[in-house]
């Protein structure tokens, strides 16, 4: 059965740091892209970095210069290292993997960025 877990979310004060990870499992396909989406409070689903099977990423204007996303391809596993975090980053964070058949999702990791 498909699955992507993540983990590494929490509660971290404004200019912190979390490093997110999402391990992928039970998908039969090739992995063409891997991304992290986020939701904040009364806020839709936003996408907030990607990155393809070559490596080429892709970040939202929000979050770049702050956020770096990697992959381990061997692994089937992305990261997602957050610096300088502000309050506006609290949200869910929601993995995501595209291959030529479908989508999968992950459940979610809760980030919180407060004092």
């Known amino acids: 059965q498909a699955q992507l877990a993540e983990s590494g979310g929490g509660l971290v004060q404004p200019g912190g740091s979390l490093r997110l990870s999402c391990a992928a499992s039970?998908?039969?396909?090739?992995?063409?892209?891997m991304s992290w989406y986020r939701q904040g409070p009364g806020k839709e689903r936003e996408l907030v970095a990607a990155?393809?099977?070559?490596?080429?990423?892709d970040y939202s204007d929000s979050v770049k210069g702050r956020f770096t996303i990697s992959r381990a391809n061997s692994k089937n596993t992305v990261y997602l290292q957050m610096n300088n975090l502000k309050p506006e980053d609290t949200a869910v964070y929601y993995c995501?993997?595209?291959?030529?058949?479908?989508?999968?999702w992950g459940q979610g990791t809760q980030v919180t960025v407060s004092s």
């Open positions: 995501n993997a595209v291959t030529s058949f479908g989508g999968y």
């Open positions: 039970g998908i039969g396909f090739n992995i063409n892209v």
């Open positions: 990155i393809r099977s070559g490596g080429i990423t």
